[in-house]
């Protein structure tokens, strides 16, 4: 029986525009490593309906999905956004 190894991904927190690197089992949730990366890059917990996370260009829509589920390769890049835009002072 092997067991899978864990996946290095980089994760854009556009709030800060920090890059987060984490090393994550195949079963995390997506939703876990947004809020993970929010919290290291803003130094804050969030309210995770606040921010969108996109793969390739594309919003994930479900976050209970896992790592496996979504097929993040070894060294994916996330980015998680805002989900309302913000004023410009």
């Keep these: 029986m092997s067991v899978a190894a864990a ?3 980089r994760v854009t927190v556009t709030d800060t525009w920090d890059t987060i690197a984490l ?3 195949p079963g ?7 809020r993970d990366a ?5 130094g804050r917990p969030i309210d995770p309906a606040e921010y969108l996370l996109k793969f390739r260009g594309g919003l994930v829509l479900d976050e209970r999905a896992t790592v496996a589920d979504l097929g993040l390769p070894d060294g994916a890049a996330l980015i998680v956004l805002p989900a309302r835009r913000h004023p410009v002072r």
């Design 7 to 9: 996946r290095r991904v």
């Design 38 to 42: 929010v919290l290291q890059a803003t």
């Design 23 to 25: 090393e994550v089992e």
């Design 28 to 34: 995390r949730s997506l939703a876990d490593i947004k």
